[in-house]
């Protein structure tokens, strides 16, 4: 997302203190007889030759961080507009698993590509979490990790995790975020998230660098998780959010105005704990997911499963809210055939109907990405789809829009809310491999007789990104901002990774003709791990974020 609210440089904005992280572990005797049993315990019940290739190839981590690296080689030309800062995060365990590794897993390390006069400057940081901290202060691993979840010795884990936070082993006052999936700009400031915990505030200096400053908690009224997509209205500066919990209320939706104040909490009545990764706003609604993807710890013992199961015999559910309304009453919900999403592109009304467009997942599995890795997808169904909500009549429809796979859908975010004609996706190779990036034109009808992703129909173009070349989620910077201009007038920038040669890079395409030569190819002077969810930062809202800091500097102890 091209961050492009103005923040007011006139006066001192209202601004949510920064907690300063800074938890006390124990590394007494207590600490020490917890290891050595949880080791004999691994020794007895976990198989240390299950397959980790999510810690191998190019999902390896890269432990050591990159001050800014500057004069990089640029092969092409870097436009204007990419003037500011690109990120991306992802999983980049510092330390390795006890026993089992998920994807999902690893501590958040960002890579931020700084940009200005056609230069560019690489840089890659850890976010400073309270559990890397913790971590670092015993020298491994010590929380409990999502692969480890899994029947009776999930079990033993989890009562690991209890005993070490019960005994003051650790501390669990600033929670245990990774801060690992995805990164957005609000109120003059870069966050970065993960679903299960509570956002953290990220500076970008002057040379590109990357300085984790706290965690945000607005004043205390924060008290649930923050999701790792919330929404950004360009037209109002409001961001819109949700945290999901194992015990209810299962959903709780929060509005947060552009001056960064949150508003009380309104709770969403689900019957059960679910995962639910993405949401929605349109104008006047936001969009929620019911989706029959349980937090299930009965039958991860039993049936020695994910903590996390999918119901297939099980409709999907999309609740439809005002956005402003001060509790759920008024929230109006659809069912569909079963299915899952991850995420979501973009919603917006149109007369009585409320239009969400959507990468819609039959039966997901997330052992996919935990342990063995499949080189090519088999039964993996990943597409593009149209959904439609009338508020009037109570019906909801759905159309498929592409073949499969396709993931990470971006938009021109100067539309977040509001009719828009074109999608950017991910085409997947396998579980978390892209091999290519696809435009697609929602004005244009699919063609149903394509059994795969090719150009034709509503597929404007594909950009292939070549044999044993593997790509990430591509951000859409506009030429210019706001809606003034052509909607596909502008950028995609996105890191790739050459696993025939090791080296990794940015490349930077032109979204309107989606041309196979690219606009700039920038040369990284490491290889970047396959990661998460990317963001780019303009001038504009940097300069922005530094008036912000100038006036918080003191308050929050940055030095």
């Given at each position: 997302?091209?961050?492009?609210v103005?923040?007011?440089?006139?006066?001192?904005p209202?601004?949510?203190?920064?907690?300063?992280?800074?938890p006390?572990?124990?590394?007494?005797?207590?600490a020490?007889?917890i290891?050595?049993?949880?080791?004999?315990?691994?020794?007895?019940?976990?198989?240390?030759?299950?397959?980790?290739h999510?810690?191998?190839?190019n999902?390896?981590?890269?432990?050591?961080?990159?001050?800014?690296?500057?004069d990089l080689?640029?092969?092409?030309?870097?436009?204007?507009?990419l003037n500011g800062?690109f990120?991306?995060?992802?999983?980049?365990?510092?330390?390795?698993?006890?026993?089992?590794?998920?994807?999902f897993?690893?501590?958040?390390?960002?890579?931020?590509?700084r940009?200005?006069?056609?230069?560019?400057?690489?840089?890659?940081r850890?976010?400073?979490t309270?559990?890397?901290?913790?971590?670092?202060?015993?020298?491994?691993?010590?929380?409990?990790?999502?692969?480890?979840?899994?029947?009776?010795?999930?079990?033993?884990?989890?009562?690991?995790n209890?005993?070490?936070?019960?005994?003051?082993?650790?501390?669990?006052?600033?929670?245990?975020?990774?801060?690992?999936?995805a990164?957005?700009y609000?109120?003059?400031?870069?966050?970065?998230l993960?679903?299960?915990?509570?956002?953290y505030?990220?500076?970008?200096?002057?040379?590109?660098?990357l300085?984790?400053l706290?965690?945000?908690?607005?004043?205390?009224?924060?008290?649930h998780?923050?999701?790792?997509?919330?929404?950004v209205?360009?037209?109002?500066?409001?961001?819109?959010?949700?945290?999901?919990?194992?015990?209810?209320?299962?959903?709780t939706y929060?509005?947060?105005?552009?001056?960064?104040?949150?508003?009380?909490?309104?709770?969403?009545?689900?019957?059960?704990?679910i995962?639910?990764?993405?949401f929605?706003?349109?104008?006047?609604?936001?969009?929620?997911m019911?989706?029959?993807?349980?937090?299930?710890?009965?039958?991860?013992?039993?049936?020695?499963?994910?903590?996390?199961?999918?119901?297939?015999?099980k409709?999907s559910?999309?609740?439809?809210l005002?956005?402003y309304?001060?509790?759920?009453?008024?929230?109006?919900?659809?069912?569909?055939?079963?299915c899952?999403?991850?995420?979501n592109?973009n919603?917006w009304?149109?007369?009585?109907?409320?239009?969400?467009?959507?990468?819609?997942?039959?039966?997901?599995d997330?052992e996919?990405v935990?342990?063995?890795?499949?080189?090519?997808?088999?039964?993996?169904?990943?597409?593009?789809y149209e959904?439609?909500?009338?508020?009037?009549?109570?019906?909801?429809?759905?159309?498929?829009?592409?073949a499969?796979?396709?993931?990470f859908?971006?938009?021109?975010?100067?539309?977040?809310g509001?009719?828009q004609?074109?999608?950017?996706?991910t085409?997947?190779?396998?579980?978390?491999?892209?091999?290519?990036?696809?435009k697609?034109?929602?004005?244009?009808?699919?063609d149903?007789?394509k059994?795969?992703?090719?150009?034709?129909?509503?597929?404007?173009?594909?950009?292939?990104?070549?044999?044993g070349?593997?790509?990430?989620?591509?951000?859409?910077?506009?030429?210019?901002?706001?809606?003034?201009?052509?909607?596909?007038?502008?950028?995609?920038?996105?890191f790739?990774?050459d696993?025939n040669?090791?080296?990794s890079?940015?490349?930077?395409?032109d979204?309107?003709?989606?041309?196979?030569d690219?606009?700039?190819?920038?040369?990284?002077?490491h290889?970047?791990?396959?990661?998460?969810?990317?963001?780019?930062?303009?001038?504009?809202?940097?300069?922005?974020?530094?008036v912000?800091?100038d006036?918080?500097?003191?308050?929050?102890?940055?030095?």
């Amino acid at each position: 997302m091209a961050a492009i609210v103005e923040e007011s440089k006139s006066s001192k904005p209202t601004s949510p203190q920064i907690l300063i992280v800074n938890p006390k572990p124990s590394n007494g005797l207590t600490a020490k007889a917890i290891d050595f049993v949880e080791k004999l315990m691994v020794k007895w019940l976990y198989d240390s030759k299950l397959p980790q290739h999510y810690l191998s190839g190019n999902f390896a981590p890269v432990r050591e961080e990159t001050p800014p690296r500057t004069d990089l080689l640029v092969k092409g030309y870097l436009p204007e507009c990419l003037n500011g800062e690109f990120v991306r995060v992802g999983p980049n365990p510092k330390f390795s698993p006890v026993a089992g590794y998920h994807w999902f897993d690893g501590d958040g390390m960002i890579h931020g590509l700084r940009i200005k006069g056609g230069k560019a400057t690489y840089v890659s940081r850890y976010v400073r979490t309270s559990r890397l901290r913790q971590e670092e202060f015993f020298g491994g691993t010590k929380f409990m990790k999502i692969g480890d979840l899994k029947g009776l010795f999930g079990l033993l884990m989890v009562n690991f995790n209890l005993l070490r936070v019960k005994l003051k082993v650790l501390d669990d006052s600033f929670g245990h975020s990774t801060a690992n999936t995805a990164l957005v700009y609000h109120h003059g400031k870069l966050l970065a998230l993960s679903e299960g915990d509570k956002p953290y505030v990220l500076r970008v200096l002057e040379d590109g660098d990357l300085q984790t400053l706290g965690m945000l908690d607005y004043d205390k009224r924060l008290t649930h998780n923050f999701t790792a997509h919330p929404k950004v209205d360009p037209f109002t500066g409001e961001m819109f959010t949700f945290g999901y919990a194992h015990t209810p209320p299962y959903i709780t939706y929060r509005v947060i105005s552009k001056d960064g104040v949150m508003h009380d909490p309104v709770p969403i009545t689900v019957p059960a704990a679910i995962m639910m990764h993405d949401f929605a706003i349109t104008e006047n609604y936001s969009i929620f997911m019911d989706l029959p993807l349980y937090f299930k710890p009965k039958e991860m013992v039993k049936e020695n499963k994910l903590i996390f199961s999918f119901d297939d015999t099980k409709k999907s559910r999309f609740g439809v809210l005002p956005r402003y309304t001060k509790n759920e009453l008024l929230i109006k919900w659809f069912e569909l055939p079963n299915c899952f999403i991850f995420h979501n592109a973009n919603a917006w009304e149109e007369g009585d109907e409320v239009v969400l467009i959507t990468c819609r997942l039959n039966k997901p599995d997330l052992e996919m990405v935990s342990g063995d890795v499949k080189e090519k997808l088999e039964n993996f169904s990943n597409e593009l789809y149209e959904m439609r909500f009338n508020m009037k009549t109570g019906h909801a429809s759905q159309r498929q829009l592409s073949a499969s796979a396709v993931d990470f859908p971006r938009i021109n975010e100067s539309y977040t809310g509001r009719k828009q004609r074109y999608v950017y996706g991910t085409v997947l190779d396998s579980i978390a491999k892209v091999k290519a990036i696809i435009k697609f034109d929602l004005h244009a009808e699919p063609d149903t007789s394509k059994t795969q992703l090719e150009v034709g129909g509503n597929v404007l173009g594909i950009f292939d990104l070549g044999p044993g070349r593997f790509g990430s989620e591509a951000i859409f910077v506009p030429r210019e901002p706001g809606i003034t201009s052509e909607e596909d007038d502008g950028y995609l920038i996105f890191f790739t990774h050459d696993e025939n040669t090791g080296k990794s890079s940015v490349t930077v395409i032109d979204a309107k003709t989606m041309s196979a030569d690219p606009v700039a190819v920038v040369e990284l002077p490491h290889r970047v791990p396959y990661g998460f969810h990317a963001f780019f930062v303009t001038e504009l809202s940097l300069d922005s974020v530094n008036v912000v800091w100038d006036w918080e500097d003191d308050d929050i102890g940055v030095s």
